[in-house]
C-alpha cells in the first residue's frame, strides 16, 4: 500500500479519534503549542462519560474543558509543569503534578514509572516518505510514541517540517485528524529598567564564542536583546523563541564555534511566533530533538563556554533556589532549569546564571531572603548554584563558603532590606 492510501485510511473526525481513548488511559500531550486543539477539545466533549482518564503535559496554552474540577474522576489533568491554564487548580489541589527534571521524562515514560498509553499531537504534514514531525514538541512525547498503544495526530500545513529525532512514520499512527487553524502565538515578555538591569550584568559576562541556553521570561529575553553586539554564538537550549531568532538576525549567533554539533542549533521544544514556526521549517541549520537528548547534562555540557540563563522567583543566604512554587504551592514545574546548570558548571568554561529581581510585590518583599519560605520546593540547590544575578549586580557563589555566600547575596539584595538581611545572617551565624 502507498503511503497517501494508507494516510487517507486513517484519517477520521476528532470525535472519531478520541473515541480510541479507553478508561484508565495515560494520555500524554506534548510541551506548549505542540498540544492539539482539535483532539483536545474532542477529548473534553468526551469528559462525562470517560473514567479515570489522566492527562500529562507541561505548559499548556489553553483551557481546555475536561480541566474541571467538577470531572476530575473523569479526566483529571496531571501536571508536569504548571501554566496559566492549570495552576488554579495547582493551588486549590484538584489538580496534581509529577516532580521531574525535564531530560528525565523521557526515561519515566519507558520505564512505565509515567505511564503513556495515548499520545495526542500536533504534526506536520506527511512528508513523500510517509514521515510527520512534531517539530513542535519531540521533547517526552517522542518516548511516549514508543510506548503507546495509541497515536493520534493533528495534522496541520502550519506545522512545520523540521530536521532532527522528531519524525514520526504513517505505520505508527491510529488516527489522523486535519486541520488548518493557525498555530498558537507567544509574544515577547515585557521588559522594564529591572530586567534591562539584570540582562546588562549577564551580558557583560558572556563571551564570543559562547553556547547559549535561554529559558522563557522577561528577564531572559532581556539579556538577549543586550547579545546582538557578540560574535560567533552558539545554541544549545530546550525552547526556542523569538529572542534567539532575533539574535540569529543580527548575525550574533552562528553555531560556528559550538564545540558539539558545531554549525548547528539544538532545542527541543518552540514557542513564539508564526515567523518562528516558519523558521524551523526544513532549516538545515536547526534540529529539534527529544529533551533526554536536549537537557542531559552530559551531552549538553559537551558544548564549551555554555552559558545557562534561567530565572527562579526566591532564593535564601545559603543559594537555594526557590524556582517552582510560592511556599507551598506550585507555581510552574522542576522543567529544565537544573539540567542546565548542572550542564554549565561540567561545561570547560561553562556559566550557569539564576536571574531574578531583587524585590517582590511592589519593592514590599525581598525575593533574597534568610531562609526560603515555609514549604517551598527547592529546585536549584546549593550544590549547583553559580551565578546570581539581579538589578544590584553579581554574586559568584561556586565554591564560596557559607559566611562568603550570605555577604555576596546581601550585597545584590534591595538596598532597603541589607539591613535586616544582615541582622537575620548573624542570627543564623552566617556573617
Not at 225 to 245: A, S
Not at 274 to 299: A, C, G, Q, S, W
Request: aromatic share 6%; charged share 20%.
Amino acid at each position: 500500500m502507498n503511503m497517501q492510501s494508507l494516510y487517507d485510511q486513517k484519517r477520521m473526525s476528532a470525535a472519531d479519534a478520541v473515541s480510541l481513548v479507553h478508561n484508565g488511559d495515560a494520555v500524554i500531550v506534548p510541551t506548549g503549542v505542540g498540544e492539539p486543539p482539535a483532539l483536545l477539545t474532542a477529548l473534553s466533549e468526551r469528559r462525562h462519560e470517560l473514567r479515570n482518564v489522566a492527562v500529562s503535559q507541561i505548559l499548556p496554552l489553553r483551557k481546555f474543558a475536561y480541566i474541571d474540577p467538577e470531572v476530575r474522576a473523569n479526566i483529571r489533568h496531571d501536571a508536569y509543569f504548571f501554566s496559566g491554564a492549570t495552576r488554579p487548580g495547582g493551588h486549590a489541589g484538584w489538580v496534581d503534578f509529577i516532580p521531574a527534571y525535564f531530560s528525565e521524562l523521557p526515561m519515566l515514560i519507558d520505564r512505565g514509572l509515567s505511564p503513556a498509553d495515548v499520545v495526542l499531537s500536533m504534526a506536520s504534514p506527511m512528508d513523500e516518505h510517509g514521515y510527520f514531525a512534531l517539530s513542535l514538541a519531540p521533547d517526552y512525547t517522542m518516548a511516549a510514541v514508543r510506548k503507546a498503544r495509541v497515536i493520534l495526530l493533528e495534522v496541520n500545513p502550519n506545522v512545520p517540517f523540521a530536521n532532527g529525532d522528531c519524525h514520526v512514520h504513517i505505520s505508527q499512527v491510529s488516527g489522523l485528524v486535519e486541520s488548518n487553524e493557525e498555530l498558537f502565538e507567544v509574544g515577547l515578555p515585557a521588559i522594564g529598567p529591572v530586567q534591562e538591569a539584570i540582562g546588562k550584568h549577564v551580558a557583560d559576562l558572556i563571551e564570543d564564542g559562547s553556547t547559549l541556553q535561554i529559558g522563557y521570561g522577561g528577564i531572559p529575553d532581556a539579556v538577549v536583546m543586550q547579545l546582538q553586539h557578540k560574535r560567533d554564538l552558539g545554541i544549545h537550549t530546550e525552547m526556542v523563541g523569538d529572542g534567539i531568532l532575533s539574535l540569529i538576525e543580527s548575525g550574533a549567533v552562528t553555531n560556528r564555534r559550538k564545540t558539539f554539533m558545531p554549525g548547528k542549533m539544538v532545542a527541543t521544544f518552540a514557542l513564539g511566533s508564526r515567523k518562528l514556526y516558519r523558521f524551523l521549517h526544513r532549516n538545515p541549520m536547526l534540529e529539534m530533538h527529544p529533551v533526554d537528548f536536549t537537557n542531559d547534562p552530559y551531552i549538553a555540557a559537551r558544548n564549551d563556554k555554555l552559558c545557562a540563563i534561567n530565572a527562579t522567583l526566591q532564593i535564601d543566604l545559603l543559594g537555594q533556589c526557590g524556582s517552582e512554587s510560592l511556599g507551598h504551592l506550585p507555581y510552574s514545574g522542576t522543567g529544565g532549569q537544573v539540567d542546565f546548570v548542572r550542564a554549565a558548571n561540567r561545561s570547560k568554561d561553562g556559566k550557569a546564571f539564576i536571574v531574578l529581581p531583587s524585590t517582590a510585590k511592589n519593592d514590599s518583599v525581598s525575593r533574597i531572603a534568610p531562609v526560603l519560605s515555609p514549604g517551598t520546593h527547592v529546585s536549584t540547590s546549593k550544590n549547583d548554584i553559580n551565578y546570581v544575578v539581579t538589578e544590584f549586580g553579581v554574586a559568584q557563589l561556586r565554591g564560596k563558603s557559607a559566611k562568603q555566600r550570605a555577604e555576596a547575596l546581601i550585597g545584590i539584595a534591595h538596598p532597603d532590606f541589607r539591613s535586616e538581611l544582615r541582622e537575620a545572617a548573624r542570627k543564623m551565624n552566617l556573617l
